[in-house]
Each structure stands twice: as C-alpha cells, then as structure tokens.
C-alpha cells in the first residue's frame, strides 16, 4: 500500500488533533499535516464541512478513505497499518483488544468531559480573553479527582491502563493531561497519585510524545 | 457459557442485549437497579469500577464500557449472525467514525435530556431548564447532520447495517 498520502488536518495546539499526530507517530506513518485557522473560522467554511459536518478537527484523508473523530481515526491507522511501527498499540489479540476498547471509552466517557473542560478553562480562556467559569471549574476537577481515584487503583495493579502494554487507551490520554499537567494548576491531581504519576511520567517521556509537543512548541 | 449481562433492559445495557441477539449469542442479565444505586455498591465496583452500567462476565473474562462490549462480540462473532463492522477495513474505518460521533455528539445531550426530563422527576430531583435548553439545540444540530448523511446513504456508515445505527437503539422504558 502506498504511504506518503495520509493528511491530517487541524491545529496541532488541538487536543484531538494531537492524539492523531501522537498515533502516527507511534506508527511511524509520514503525514502532511495542513493547519485550519479556527480563530478565523475555517473550520466552519464550506469546503473543510465536506470533509467534517460538524465543523470539529481533525479530518484525516488517505489513499482510499477520508475521516474524522480522532479515536476512530487512531483505530482505523492501527487497522491499516497493523505492522508498522508499534504493532501493540492496538492488541495483537481479541482479549487484548477489548481490554485497549475498554480503557479507550473509559478515557471518551469518564476522563474526556471532566479534562476538556479543565483544559478550555485553565489553559485556554485564560489566553482567549474568556472569563472563566467557576463552576464549572469546581464540578470537573471533583469529577476528575474521582476518576483518577479509579485510575490510580488500576496503575497500581497493572504498568499501563489496558495491560502490561502501552497502548492506544494510555495515548488517548496524552493531550489533554499534557495541558493540565505543564500549564494549569490542575496537575496536582496526576502528580499527588503515586500510579498515576508514575504512568503519566512513563507514557509522556516516549519520543512520539515529545514529536507531538516539540510541533505544539514551534507552531 | 453463557455471557451474564449486568445491569437494567434499558439504556446502555439494551445496547449490549441488542447486539449480542443480531450475533446469535445466548446471554442471561442479572438485574441490577440504578435507581437503588446498586451499581455503587461495592460488589458491582469489583466489577465495574466506575460505577457504571453495564457490564459483562464471559467466563473469568470480564468487560465494560457498552461500546468496547459491542467491538468485541461484533469482532469475535464476524461469521455469525448480522455482519455489524462492515466487509472492508475502510467500512470499518466508517464505523467507527459514526460510532465516535455518537459517543461525543449524540450521547451527551441525549444523556442530559433523559436526566433532565424522565429521571430527575422519577428521584425527586430538580431538571436544569438551561440544560433542556441548550441540550435540545445541540442534539438539533446533530440530527440535521445525520438527516443530510442519511439523505445520501441508507445507513449511517454506508448502505449497510452496522454496529453505528445499532448504538443510537436506546429507550429508557422507565
């Protein structure tokens, strides 16, 4: 299969767009990344809507498909390309498949609304002039608080959150904890836990990870 | 050995039992009351550590998160009843975009129109008219989206039934 045809489209400062770009690298697939301006809009013009209705990032394109939803744009590269780069990311078994399926809805449905909503309040609205939202501030880091509770009784029984494997469930979590972590005065809630702070220290010091903040960095 | 399904015939556990009828896979549920908040009792959270509902035992396996549930049986069962992931992995690719749009677009204001509107008075407790609001106006927009894509393919994946029209089957017959 030809490769040199994947596009990714968004900014890299996104969330979602970032857990694309940390997957392909971990994959070792070149990509065209093309930015989308979203403070002028272009996310909601006409022709980037073809590609994503609902006007979100990223949109991925390759040889004979184009996507969007970051996970299921992860799921689809570790498919494609199953045996290049990292060929555990998404288990090399059904088992170990479901237990990576698992921890990646657990990260979409429990860890995902608590985080974004800490990541735009405290790392973003502050740089966008946005007044924040105390409350809402308050109910996410309380529901956070209780889902990394879960999340440090696991890292204490297992290395990685699916097994003993990094996988596509651990990088899910990669971009918004990045955020909370080195630029909000949330991190206390991952470095006080003893396993979480330990697998956070693990999964974002691996050079995929570091691609993925150095082209945040230069953006 | 049969698969034990936790939780109510509703909601997401009726996602699980649908799914697991179209792959002819023989299950029992064992009932367990949200209302009496049985899936917090410390029994469920060896299970189900989040405290939600549902989940699955298979033998010594077992399994949560609704979504992850149906990838696996879809998965494991490919060559037995309703196919649910599509005939190739771009279809699949498909899949599982609808699927993810379902999770993050659909789901969230449907979720808080049912708290809002079907559970809360059932608990005694107040319904945020703001969220009814601003949850109807979003699940608005996302219906549009799925009116316009549903104009131009039978299913929302393709012109085939998949595993991405079978998630939005959730009644809560409360």
Redesign the interface.
């Known amino acids: 299969m030809a490769t040199g045809t994947v596009k990714v489209y968004g900014p890299p400062m996104s969330t979602a767009v970032s857990r694309v770009l940390a997957c392909l690298h971990e994959k070792d697939i070149p990509f065209q990344l093309i930015p989308i301006n979203m403070s002028k809009g272009e996310h909601k013009k006409p022709d980037f809507l073809k590609i994503q209705?609902?006007g979100q990032v990223p949109a991925f394109q390759d040889e004979?498909?184009s996507?969007?939803?970051?996970?299921?744009i992860c799921?689809?590269v570790c498919?494609?390309y199953g045996e290049k780069g990292n060929r555990e990311l998404y288990g090399t078994n059904?088992?170990a498949?479901?237990?990576i399926?698992?921890w990646?809805?657990?990260e979409?449905?429990?860890f995902n609304?608590p985080s974004s909503t800490l990541v735009f309040q405290l790392a973003f609205a502050p740089r966008m002039k946005i007044k924040q939202d105390e409350g809402a501030i308050k109910q996410s880091q309380e529901k956070l608080a209780k889902?990394l509770h879960?999340y440090d009784?696991?890292l204490g029984e297992s290395r990685f959150l699916a097994g003993d494997e990094f996988s596509l469930a651990d990088l899910s979590h990669l971009p918004n904890t990045h955020y909370l972590v080195a630029a909000t005065d949330a991190a206390p809630l991952f470095t006080s836990s003893p396993n979480v702070s330990r697998w956070w220290n693990e999964i974002s010091s691996r050079p995929s990870w570091e691609k993925v903040v150095e082209l945040q960095r230069t953006a | 050995m049969v698969v034990k399904v936790y939780g109510p015939d509703y909601a997401n556990p009726k996602r699980v039992l649908v799914c697991l009828i179209e792959k002819e896979i023989e299950f029992e549920t064992v009932h367990v009351d949200g209302f009496k908040g049985e899936h917090k009792q410390p029994e469920y959270l060896k299970l189900q550590?989040?405290g939600?509902l549902p989940v699955v035992q298979d033998g010594d396996?077992t399994?949560?998160?609704?979504?992850?549930i149906l990838?696996?049986y879809a998965?494991?069962y490919k060559n037995q009843g309703t196919d649910l992931l599509g005939k190739t992995?771009?279809e699949?690719?498909?899949v599982?975009?609808w699927?993810?749009?379902e999770?993050?677009?659909y789901y969230?204001p449907i979720f808080n129109l049912v708290m809002n509107i079907l559970v809360s008075p059932l608990l005694g407790l107040p319904s945020d008219p703001k969220v009814i609001q601003e949850s109807e106006e979003k699940l608005g927009k996302?219906l549009d989206?799925y009116e316009?894509?549903l104009s131009k393919t039978k299913y929302l994946a393709g012109d085939f039934f998949s595993l991405a029209d079978l998630i939005v089957v959730m009644e809560f017959d409360i």
Request: aromatic share 10%.
């Open positions: 209705p609902f004979d498909i996507l969007f939803e970051s996970r299921a799921r689809y498919e494609k059904p088992l498949k479901a237990s399926d698992q990646l809805e657990a979409g449905q429990s609304p889902v879960v009784k696991r | 550590p989040f939600l396996y399994l949560y998160e609704s979504r992850a990838r696996y998965e494991k992995m771009e699949r690719g498909l599982e975009q699927l993810e749009v999770a993050h677009n969230p996302v989206i316009e894509r």
